[in-house]
T-cell receptor, first 112, second 114 residues
Framework: DAGVIQSPRHEVTEMGQEVTLRCKPISGHDYLFWYRQTMMRGLELLIYFNNNVPIDDSGMPEDRFSAKMPNASFSTLKIQPSEPRDSAVYFC??????????FGPGTRLTVT | DQQVKQNSPSLSVQEGRISILNCDYTNSMFDYFLWYKKYPAEGPTFLISISSIKDKNEDGRFTVFLNKSAKHLSLHIVPSQPGDSAVYFCAASAFFQGAQKLVFGQGTRLTINP
């Protein structure tokens, strides 16, 4: 298996633009997580899905952030409009019930 | 409100010596604890874990200790090797809304000096 796949690996955009991050979980994993890594707060859970259904989005910073999982093999995290303080590394992870989480390589987002 | 804290942002250890990384947590509902290792430009990878019913778990050079009364866990690496240089994240787990949810610390950057 190729593991969790994320795209793009790097994204540089201007303030106010829409940003879409993509994730393909490991086949057969029915939990999908989106995290944000910053120096100050480490890894923060933004939202997670179970069987494509959002279960807990309490970590989503504000309404500018949205996430979808239209099917078992694809999820998006969208920021609209983006702001410089959104600059961070965003990770997607997946797992089976009671299993370990497997992380993707991350997307480094820079908003100027 | 940081429920899982790693108070040392960085640690430098000589090759061959013991590395000790520390982690504190505040929520007594956490029942499972994990350490993840992260290399630059890669995602975190699972390293070792411990259940709250145990106080020690060992896997080769890596040992995790849990002190529930102090709400403290530590990761010991002995002997330390250059390839151990990475960022280490402590994570704590509990069941929320019927699913396991991980809360991570800020990470500790470990550098092993030859």
């Amino acid at each position: 298996d190729a593991g969790v796949i994320q795209s793009p690996r790097h994204e540089v955009t201007e303030m106010g633009q829409e940003v879409t991050l993509r994730c393909k979980p490991i086949s057969g994993h029915d939990y999908l997580f989106w995290y944000r890594q910053t120096m100050m707060r480490g890894l923060e859970l933004l939202i997670y899905f179970n069987n494509n259904v959002p279960i807990d989005d309490s970590g989503m910073p504000e309404d500018r952030f949205s996430a979808k999982m239209p099917n078992a093999s694809f999820s998006t995290l969208k920021i609209q409009p983006s702001e410089p303080r959104d600059s961070a590394v965003y990770f997607c992870a997946s797992r089976v019930p009671l299993g370990e989480q497997y992380f993707g390589p991350g997307t480094r987002l820079t908003v100027t | 409100d940081q429920q899982v804290k790693q108070n040392s942002p960085s640690l430098s250890v000589q090759e061959g010596r013991i590395s000790i990384l520390n982690c504190d947590y505040t929520n007594s509902m956490f029942d499972y604890f994990l350490w993840y290792k992260k290399y630059p430009a890669e995602g975190p990878t699972f390293l070792i874990s411990i259940s709250s019913i145990k106080d020690k778990n060992e896997d080769g050079r890596f040992t995790v200790f849990l002190n529930k009364s102090a709400k403290h866990l530590s990761l010991h690496i002995v002997p330390s090797q250059p390839g151990d240089s990475a960022v280490y994240f402590c994570a704590a787990s509990a069941f929320f809304q019927g699913a396991q949810k991980l809360v991570f610390g800020q990470g500790t950057r470990l550098t092993i000096n030859p």
